[in-house]
């Protein structure tokens, strides 16, 4: 079946709303993926954030081989089973809230950051929450009205629920500073919400929707200091920028803040379906019993999963490795930044292998390029590379390939990521 076939076929049973591209997918392994017409793709997407362990790690594959003998879904809340204690284990020993932690599992991203809202709301007694401007926490009513992007996120879909407000997020390449940040939030203290009634603040270590917007270390310093000053919590969304992707475990971990509560999921299970909040013990305990779970919340296919990626994680050394990618692939980015005409390659950033790249139509006015920035993931593609764009502006492409990805591959990718940028350059005027 060719993809144009499956396109037609998918326009008239698919709704609208889901956005897609044409590669339809027949089978992955590690960094690489073959779609319906036997075209050959580096992956760089990773699933969003997702196969930060690769596509089917044989370890991973095992573990659920085993699990599915075994069996498939009991529901924790009727029939518990030992792998979600163990992962609960492993995730409060590793979340690095410098305090005693329990830990919750259910399906989603957007379903954590929920979660991570009741627990919080439960333990302070309090309505508010602060995102920030820029944030993306999920596509639920709770997690579109934390959400700091209205087009395409929010378009259409409100009311949405009440008691959440946006501070803005620092942007040192557009200028916003981190005293910029903070005057904004102090602002909104001013003139939206007693601080007393702010339950939690919800922040991306590094945004990922976003932008790739790296937080200044200092920025979330000062947070967790106004969250001690009244008694408000602070929530890590871990979900794009953790599992191994900074070179750290977690974002957070390279500002050394201490959050009180961490959302995980995507790259935690390796390609199956789970999400965990973990955080200090008092502050998780505070949800009365009943309060918490889901029918599939923790599939023990999932938590098998997520247990054996934990050790390949381990195993490979994932955050070292993790390290090194995002030297090799922002040291080649810059130099080609540098070249002659190359002007409207903005910015390059990141954090360890989550790394992006901003594209403008000049870099003294710092305009917005989205068209040149939707040419480069078009060659990419069309050469064989997955490519995602990101930011409010949609002007920043995102590289996320999977940490276990070959040397020669990704050896192979920068070569046509190279091309790409240099075909779009040449392609598009602004
Ligand atoms: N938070 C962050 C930081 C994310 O990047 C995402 C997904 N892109 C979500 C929440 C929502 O996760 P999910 O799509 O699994 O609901």
């Not at 809340?77 to 830990?103: D, F, K, M, Q």
């Not at 929530?235 to 009180?260: L, N, Y």
Request: glycine residues 10%; charged residues 20%.
């Amino acid at each position: 079946m060719l993809s144009t076939e499956l396109q037609a076929r998918q326009k008239a049973a698919v709704a609208a709303g889901i956005g897609t591209r044409g590669i339809y997918a027949e089978r992955a392994e590690n960094a690489e993926l073959w779609d319906v017409n036997g075209k050959r793709y580096i992956d760089f997407a990773a699933g969003i954030a997702v196969n930060n362990t690769g596509h089917r790690h044989p370890k991973v594959m095992e573990a659920v081989r085993q699990q599915a003998e075994q069996f498939t879904h009991t529901c924790f809340h009727v029939a518990p089973y030992e792998s979600y204690v163990r992962l609960a284990e492993r995730l409060n020993a590793i979340v690095p809230t410098g305090a005693e932690n329990r830990t919750m599992l259910v399906t989603t991203g957007a379903e954590a950051v929920e979660n991570s809202v009741k627990i919080a709301r439960a333990y302070t007694q309090r309505p508010g929450i602060i995102a920030f401007s820029g944030a993306f926490h999920g596509r639920t009513m709770l997690g579109m009205a934390l959400t700091g992007k209205v087009n395409p996120y929010k378009k259409n879909f409100g009311p949405f629920p009440s008691e959440i407000f946006h501070a803005p997020f620092p942007n040192p390449f557009l200028g916003i500073s981190v005293d910029d940040a903070i005057a904004g939030l102090e602002s909104l203290f001013a003139s939206d919400i007693d601080p007393q009634r702010i339950a939690a603040f919800i922040v991306e270590p590094v945004q990922g929707e976003g932008g790739f917007n790296v937080a200044p270390a200092e920025f979330l310093i000062r947070l967790r200091e106004i969250a001690d000053q009244h008694g408000i919590l602070l929530i890590c969304d871990e979900i794009q920028s953790g599992m191994a992707r900074t070179g750290k475990m977690f974002g957070i971990e390279h500002s050394g803040v201490r959050p009180d509560l961490v959302t995980m999921a995507k790259g935690i299970a390796g390609g199956f379906p789970l999400s965990a909040v973990t955080g200090r013990a008092e502050v998780m305990n505070a949800a009365h019993t009943g309060g918490l779970g889901g029918t599939y919340a923790g599939n023990p296919l999932a938590t098998a999963a997520a247990n054996a990626v934990l050790d390949v994680i381990e195993e490979e050394n994932l955050c070292a490795r993790a390290a090194m990618i995002g030297e090799r692939v922002t040291s080649r980015l810059r130099a080609i930044a540098q070249r002659q005409g190359m002007e409207r390659l903005g910015d390059v950033r990141g954090l360890g292998a989550m790394i992006a790249f901003e594209l403008v139509t000049d870099r003294a006015s710092k305009n917005a390029a989205p068209q040149l920035t939707n040419r480069i993931v078009a060659e990419a593609e069309e050469r064989g590379l997955i490519l995602l764009a990101c930011g409010t502006r949609a002007n920043v492409v995102r590289l996320l390939p999977p940490l276990t990805i070959e040397e020669q591959t990704l050896g192979e990718a920068l070569d046509i990521l190279e091309a790409s940028i240099e075909a779009a350059f040449s392609a598009v005027e602004v």
